[in-house]
Structures are given as C-alpha cells and as structure tokens.
C-alpha cells in the first residue's frame, strides 16, 4: 500500500515518517488555521486583527499544565540547599542553640561557679562605665557628701539602656514572685528574658526580667579598668557596692530584649511600670 | 436562719436537763470554748461595745457580774514591728501552740495593710499589692475577685517550724524574715498597735495603759420576752412550716437581744416613734419589767470573755433570773477573727475592714432546774469561715 507523499512521490505506508529536525513549522496556505478562527471568534473587539496582533502572535501559549517536579528531584534540590547552608554556618564558625546546649557552653561547672571569679568581670564592667558615662575621676580631696559630686543622670539613661549588662550587679527590689526579692549577683549570662547572676552565696540564680523591677549601681566616679598584667593574687577589687555609686531602677517588662538586639532599639514611651 | 444581704448567721441550741447526757454535755463544752476560739474582741477606736450582758433585773446577777473585777488592762504603744517581735517573742510557748500575748497592727493613712498576733503566737498580716511585692514573703491571695491583689502572709514567732499540716502555710521567724520585716519598717514608718500581755512588768516599748471599762446602765418599763417556756428555744420542728417560725422567733429574740445591748428606745414600753421612721415590735410574747444592761469595752482578751460566760454558766446562779443574754463584737480589722477548735489548722481567710462583721451573741434561759440556750454566729461578707 502506498500513498503520495509532498514530493509527489510514493511512499509505502509502513516507512517511517520524514523527521523534521529543528525545523519549525510554517504556514504556507495563504488562509492559516489558527488565526483565521481566532479572529473569526473574538468578536466583542472592535479590531480582532490588532487583538491577534497584539495578544496572541509570536506568544507561547501553554496548552496543558507544565509537567510537575518530582518529588525526588524536589528532595535533591533541598538536600542540596540545606548542605550549602550548613557548610556556610561551617565556615562561619556560629554554633546552633542545641549544639551550644549539648556542649555545655552556657553551664557553669561547680568549681567555676564561685562569685570571686567573676569579681573581674565586674572591676571590668566598672570600667566600661566609666567609660560609656564619661565619669569624672575621683577629687584627690575629700568633697565631704558625695550627693553633691553626683553628675547630672539625665544624659546617661540613653547610654544605659543600650549598655551591656554583663558583669553588672543587679538587685531585685520588687517583684510579682515574693521569692525573688532580696536576689543579687553579678550577671554573667543576659538572655532575652532572663538574667543569670551569681550571688554571693557562690548560687547560680536565673531571674526572669518580666514582672521584676531591678537596681543596678554604676560608680559615681571613673574606675580604672584592670590591667591585663594584674594578677589574680592581688588585692581582690571592691564592687560596685562598697564605693560611692548611683542606683537606678531598671523596669524588666520593658528591658525583655537581648543586649545584642538593644544597641540598635528605639524605645517607645509605656504608659504604665506596673508590674 | 433566713440572710439579710451578705450577712451569714448561724444558731446553735442546746438544753442541759438535770441529768446530763454526753450530747447536752458536748453543747455546754462549745459555749465554754466560745471565747477561746476569738482571740479579738471589741473594736478599737469605735463607739461599738466589746462585751454586753443583758438581763432582767436581778440584784444577785449583778452583784455576782460586777465581782468580775476587771484586772485585765491591756497597752497601746507606736514602734517597728520589728522591735515589737521581739518583745513578744518571750511571751510565745516554744513547744506549744499558745501564746500569752496578742496584739493587733492598725492601718496607717497611707494604705489599709494591717496585722495581728493571736493566741497562738502566730503574726497574720494582710498586705496590698505595693507591700506584697516588695516584702519578699510569699503568702496567700485573698480569694475575692476584687480583693485578689492583696495577701495574708502568715509567721510564727518560734524559731522553728512544727510539721503539722497547719503549719505549711506559716513562715519560722528567722533572719529572711527579720529582714523582711525591718525593709517594711524602714518604708513604713512606726505602727500604732493595741496588745496584750500576761506579764505584770511594764514592757520594754513605751505605751499607754489601759484598764477595761465596766459601765452598768438600768432601764425602766421595757419589754422584755417571755422565755417561761424556755424549750422553745431548742427547735422542735420537723416540718418546713415549725423551722420557719423557730427561725423567725430566733430572729426577733436576739434582735431584741442586741437593741437592748445598745440601749435602743425601740423596746421601751413607752416608746412613740413615728412608723415612717421605725416600725419595731418586740418579741411575743413579752411582757413589761425593768432591765439591766452591763458593759465591758476595751481590747478584751479571751480570758476575760470566758470568766464572764462560766459565770452566766455557773450553777450557783441557777435559780437567779429568767434568762441571761451575752453579745459580743470581734474586732473588724484584725485578719484573724476566729480560731478553729484545732488551732493547729489555718483559720478561715477574711477581709479586714472597719465595718467587717463578726458577732456572737447567745442567751441562756433557766427553769426547774432545767437549762435551754441558743447561740447565733453571725458573719459578714468577705468571710470564709462558712464557704
């Protein structure tokens, strides 16, 4: 059986097809199908030719939904993403919180847990004041009551409330839970709604910030900061306490923010410091 | 018997016939630890009595009432409760729940914080918010919606804590504590306190002393009931009908018992008050006789009540009057006004206010031999003592 192909010729009508290799289809009728009928049927436009022209024309058109991805593919590509993201955070050198937790990088052992350790870190802290509040040095003479050396404190609730808190010594003085009240030590550990002090006591207290009113004290003149050369044996530094100094009262429902986060924080004015 | 608004009023009878059973016995028991189980009683500053005995005229009840000497007097002083525990603290039984000083804390200007120590040697105060917060002791919420910021912080003045369940909720007087209280001190000022001791040396804290006033006031031509058949006073009833009218007879009788008590006009047998500004008819049946009205005011301890109730009590005085009534007022604003029979167990919560009430008020009729008694407990809102 045959049949008469384009070139006039005949063909049988089992032989394969003529393959059409990167040869796009054209129209050779002076009548084409497809536009024909698609002006012919858009009838509600005033001009179906500009339509076609302007709608339809050299667009692709898809004529059923594109082939979905498959699963697998899809798993691949997270796969990858999330090997890439890891390897980023690799190189970063930053530590995830579980990965923190499981090394114990926030868990004081008991022998580490011991207030005249951190005493440094306050004598430190001190410094940082003195620094960030511009204090005046101590009068070589004695000015007789300290309440007339006290600088104005306007200027410096601004610098304080995006100071850091670590190393500080902060009290609690008022609280919703009765069991808090009286709870001091040096913050090692400031968290968005907590601080982590050591008392006295050689105790490792966590103290909610919400619902507690805090005082924490800043020197009242410059303290030297320690010296890298100072040696753990010398005279052991006084704290905060023990030198004439300023009390503040820190508001916890209004300071649940990480220090990290505070340095860049516009704080809105509250109507109430009710606990 | 039937409430009037938010007031809870129980009665209690009982006979005692002249052969006693151990129920007739276990009833008189109850009027003979009434006193104890008020640790507080009259209402400092305020024009209430504390003690008021009323009777038909009887020279014999009288002259046997008026031999009650009152050689109690008790001390009013302004200092720290700091410095005032530990004065009191010598007074207070180590092994024991017994205390032979009780004192009372009365509000400032400033806020309504109040405090007491009782019998039991246990310092109960009641704080506001500010207080709570800064005090550092933790105590137990108020259960009242609109009173639910304030809290009952309970210490006992021993140095150690017992087991007993009771005393879970009580804070040992140690140096947390001692703290505590000195930062209140410090923030508050001197508190002005009402106490009283056993001891006969003048105390350590400067104060004024004071004796307990007996007055005795007569009345002419006044209606008094008529408890011939005294048995009423027990109810019988069984139906709904009988303990509705027992409960209105009881009502009356001990109304009457308390307007005699505050020497009101209404019962006088000559009375002509207009009915558009009272309407009062005394008990029936009554009839009309001469009364008389004894008074003791002042911080009055619970001993002192229990030497007045044995007395009406006393079987010396049996044939002597018809009846005997006896109506005592606790004091508002002491947060402790009722100790249960286990003293051991936590007394009910309370509000402490000026106008907090807590009244006992009982009659004691006498015929043949035979003795019938009725005791009515009232309490006001904000009282947990009855739920």
């Given amino acids: 059986m045959s049949y008469r192909a384009v070139d006039s010729g005949r063909k049988d009508v089992y032989s394969e097809l003529p393959l059409i290799n990167n040869e796009r289809l054209r129209f050779n009728g002076s009548t084409p199908f497809i536009p024909n009928y698609v002006k012919h049927n858009v009838t509600r436009s005033s001009d179906p030719a500009h339509a076609y022209a302007s709608r339809v024309e050299g667009r692709q058109i898809l004529l059923d939904n594109p082939a979905r991805e498959s699963k697998s593919k899809k798993a691949q590509d997270e796969k990858r993403a999330k090997r890439a993201s890891e390897r980023a955070r690799k190189d970063a050198g930053v530590l995830s919180k579980e990965e923190g937790r499981r090394k114990g990088l926030w868990k004081l052992r008991k022998e580490e847990t011991k207030f005249y350790l951190f005493i440094p870190l306050h004598t430190l802290w001190l410094g940082y004041m003195s620094e960030l509040l511009s204090l005046s040095p101590r009068p070589t003479r004695d000015v007789g009551d300290p309440v007339a050396a ?57 103290i909610p910030k919400p619902n507690s009113v805090f005082v924490f004290a800043v020197p009242l003149y410059a303290v030297a900061a320690l010296s890298p050369l100072s040696s753990p044996s010398s005279q052991p530094r006084p704290t905060v306490l023990e030198i004439p100094h300023i009390e503040f009262e820190l508001y916890g429902n209004h300071f649940c923010f990480r220090s990290a986060e505070r340095a860049g924080r516009k704080f809105k004015h509250k109507e109430t410091i009710e606990l | 018997m039937p409430s009037q608004g938010n007031t809870r009023t129980v009665v209690t009878t009982g006979s005692t016939p002249t052969q006693s059973t151990s129920s007739s016995q276990a009833g008189v028991d109850k009027l003979h630890t009434l006193a104890s189980s008020r640790p507080f009683t009259r209402q400092e500053g305020s024009s209430l009595p504390g003690v008021d005995v009323v009777f038909p005229a009887c020279a014999a009840l009288e002259e046997a009432l008026v031999q009650l000497r009152a050689s109690f007097s008790y001390w009013r002083c302004e200092c720290g409760l700091g410095d005032f525990l530990a004065f009191a603290k010598s007074y207070v039984n180590e092994n ?163 307007m005699a008590g505050l020497g009101s006009p209404r019962i006088s047998a000559n009375d002509r008050c207009d009915p558009y500004i009272a309407v009062y ?65 936590t007394p009910p919560l309370r509000l402490p206010r000026e106008d907090a009430g807590d009244t006992w008020s009982f009659v004691y009729a006498r015929k043949d031999g035979e003795r019938w008694w009725a005791l009515a407990e009232s309490v006001g809102k904000y009282d947990k003592r009855w739920g």
């Avoid at chain 1, 010594?169 to 009240?181: D, E, G, M």
């Avoid at chain 2, 304030?150 to 005393?167: C, D, N, P």
């Avoid at chain 2, 002005?192 to 105390?203: K, L």
């Avoid at chain 2, 508002?332 to 029979?341: E, F």
Wanted: contains cysteine; hydrophobic residues 40%.
């Fill in chain 2, 96 to 258: 024991a729940l017994e205390s032979d000083i009780i004192a009372l804390g009365l509000a400032g200007p400033v806020n309504d914080d109040v405090w007491c120590v009782d019998s039991r040697g246990i310092l109960t105060a009641v704080v506001g918010k500010e207080t709570y917060e800064v005090l550092g002791l933790v105590g137990e919420p108020l259960p009242w919606k609109e009173h639910a910021d304030e809290h009952v912080i309970r210490i006992s003045l021993r140095a150690s804590r017992r087991q007993a369940e009771g005393f879970k909720a009580c804070h040992a007087y140690g140096s947390k504590e001692a703290d505590a209280i000195l930062r209140w001190d410090t923030k508050r000022g001197p508190w002005r306190i009402v106490y009283y001791y056993s001891g006969t040396d003048n105390p350590p804290l400067k104060g004024i002393r004071s004796e307990l006033k007996q007055s005795i006031r007569k009345r002419d031509n006044v209606h008094i009931p008529n408890l011939e058949d005294a048995s009423t006073l027990v109810r019988h009833g069984r139906t709904d009908e009988e303990t509705d009218a027992w409960g209105e007879g009881m009502s009356s009788l001990f109304e009457w018992i308390g």
């Fill in chain 1, 150 to 206: 006290m600088p104005g404190a306007a200027g410096m609730y601004a610098k304080l409330i995006k100071a850091d808190f670590h190393g500080a010594i902060v009290t609690v003085r008022r609280s919703k839970n009765p069991c808090l009240v009286g709870l001091s030590g040096i913050v090692v550990h400031e968290t968005e709604n907590a601080f982590k002090v050591i008392t006295q006591k050689d105790q490792l207290k966590l």
């Fill in chain 2, 281 to 345: 008819a005394p008990p029936e049946p009554s009839y009309i006789g001469n009364l008389t009205c004894m008074r003791w005011s002042g911080l009055i301890p619970s001993a002192f009540v229990q030497e007045i109730i044995d007395q009406i009590l006393s079987p010396n005085l049996a044939s002597q009057g018809p009846f005997i009534a006896a109506t005592a007022q606790c004091i508002g604003t002491s947060p402790v006004s009722y100790l249960l029979p286990d003293t051991s167990r």
